[in-house]
């Protein structure tokens, strides 16, 4: 395959899907794309359990950090604090369409504030040496794209953003659940290209909709980027391709038998450290898509790795099932 360091692959925040398990899970299949921790309030940064919520492990780089508010003293604060824990980027959160955002005035409802986000990026540029980016929305309910977007990217553009994520949809906070804010309104990557068109200097990365590596890479022609949510966590294996065919180098194992293997003593040292089995296997679920036995891993992570004591040979004897089933089917 062609080698092209053009473009960076990252794996989207995704609330109570892209903790720190599935992160340093979701690495066993590429050493390269930059993963994303889910969305973490300022003030729960501030006040709350840092090692909880800001923990990670070192083999989870490149690994940036998704903050969520509005208001630029507090954002400061919780942008040192998650540079001094080694994060590798600070990301601000402009386009979740949750109620509880809406509540607190931060994620999507931003879209209306170009302003107020602009403030938000200068007070963490001024207070961080670390890449500080902006994942936004197309816009939110009657805005017009063009000029929403627009609005949007110059104001925190001027304000030092280093990137832009756009997720290729409005947000409807008026009348559309936060699932359905995730499908019904329509994708338009065209607004995002001709966001990047205008402004040719500037990293854009595309997201929404995108289900595999071709077709991230053939909608994000002449961007930076493509950031994909569900679709890595449901297929993760999705990731297994990103080395070679963005950086030219092997995945990290020969395929996904070799990578579980490997990430055998991540989950031997949770176990040993009290945590539940459970805890990592409800993120291997999507593991095996198209294999003979894959319907019966899942089954049997589902309801054996949730038991109390659970260890390693739940995993080990669900993916000798699938190895078995494979075997017999070639």
């Avoid at 832009?164 to 949809?169: D, E, K, N, T, Y």
């Avoid at 297929?235 to 995945?251: R, S």
Wanted: proline fraction near 5%.
């Amino acid at each position: 395959m062609l080698k092209n360091q053009n473009i960076v692959l990252s794996v989207a925040p995704m609330m109570d899907w892209t903790d720190r398990h599935c992160r340093a899970f979701h690495r066993t299949f590429s050493r390269h794309a930059l993963l994303y921790t889910e969305m973490v309030t300022a003030p729960a940064v501030i006040h709350g359990d840092r090692a909880r919520l800001l923990g990670f492990s070192e083999v989870e780089h490149p690994v940036a950090v998704q903050l969520g508010g509005s208001d630029p003293a507090l954002l400061a604060q919780a942008a040192r604090i998650c540079a001094d824990f080694g994060y590798d980027e600070i990301n601000l959160n402009v386009g979740c369409p949750s109620d509880r955002v809406q509540g607190g005035n931060f994620g999507a409802c931003l879209m209306r504030e170009p302003q107020v986000v602009a403030e938000c990026v200068a007070a963490m540029k001024g207070a961080v040496s670390l890449p500080v980016t902006v994942k936004c929305r197309i816009g939110v309910d009657d805005q017009d794209p063009e000029e929403a977007l627009d609005t949007l990217a110059d104001a925190v553009l001027a304000a030092g953003c280093d990137g832009l994520i756009v997720h290729a949809r409005k947000a409807w906070l008026n009348g559309l659940s936060p699932r359905e804010n995730r499908d019904i309104p329509p994708l338009d990557y065209d607004r995002v290209r001709r966001l990047k068109a205008r402004l040719p200097h500037v990293p854009v990365s595309l997201n929404g909709g995108l289900e595999s590596l071709a077709q991230g890479l053939a909608e994000a022609e002449g961007l930076d980027g493509i950031m994909f949510g569900r679709a890595a966590y449901h297929t993760p294996e999705l990731l297994a391709d990103v080395d070679l065919t963005l950086h030219g180098v092997p995945a990290p194992h020969e395929d996904t038998f070799a990578a579980i293997e490997a990430f055998e003593p991540y989950i031997a040292r949770h176990l040993e450290a009290g945590g539940r089995l459970s805890d990592i296997t409800r993120h291997m679920l999507g593991l095996f898509g198209g294999k003979k036995g894959a319907r019966i891993f899942r089954r049997r992570l589902s309801t054996e790795a949730i038991i109390p004591g659970a260890g390693l040979e739940v995993l080990r004897s669900a993916v000798d099932e699938v190895r078995r089933r494979d075997l017999q089917a070639a």
